[in-house]
Nanobody, 118 residues
Framework: QVQLVESGGALVQPGGSLRLSCAASESFFTYYTMGWYRQTPEKQRGLLATVEYGGITTYADSVRGRFTISRDNAKNTVYLQMNNLKPEDTAVYYC????????????WGQGTQVTVSS
């Protein structure tokens, strides 16, 4: 059974940092490129960063230089280190494969809420 569990979200002040984690089932994680996505009530779920199984990473312009994606293949876990957070980073953050499974499938976790506010 596929399982994705995101964690690490919190309320943080502008300029602060958070580290998100996403634990996945082995069958879902192994050999696949993984990504972090985020969604707000105003915007569709969008891709922020990707990490290939071998560690190569890509970033959206909005987070490049502030966020760092990484993965631990032994733990089937992908991370997102977020620094210099801004109010516009407030969103629910999800992980999934890249390209992602359809939203209509059960292969999405509950997400983790990040709120950046003073």
């Amino acid at each position: 059974q596929v399982q994705l569990v995101e964690s690490g979200g919190a309320l943080v002040q502008p300029g602060g940092s958070l580290r998100l984690s996403c634990a996945a089932s082995e069958s879902f994680f192994t050999y696949y490129t993984m990504g972090w996505y985020r969604q707000t009530p105003e915007k569709q779920r969008g891709l922020l960063a990707t990490v290939e199984y071998g560690g190569i990473t890509t970033y959206a312009d909005s987070v490049r230089g502030r966020f760092t994606i990484s993965r631990d293949n032994a733990k089937n876990t992908v991370y997102l280190q977020m620094n210099n957070l801004k109010p516009e980073d407030t969103a629910v953050y999800y992980c999934n494969r890249v390209p992602p499974l359809p939203l209509t499938t059960p292969y999405w976790g509950q997400g983790t809420q990040v709120t950046v506010s003073s």
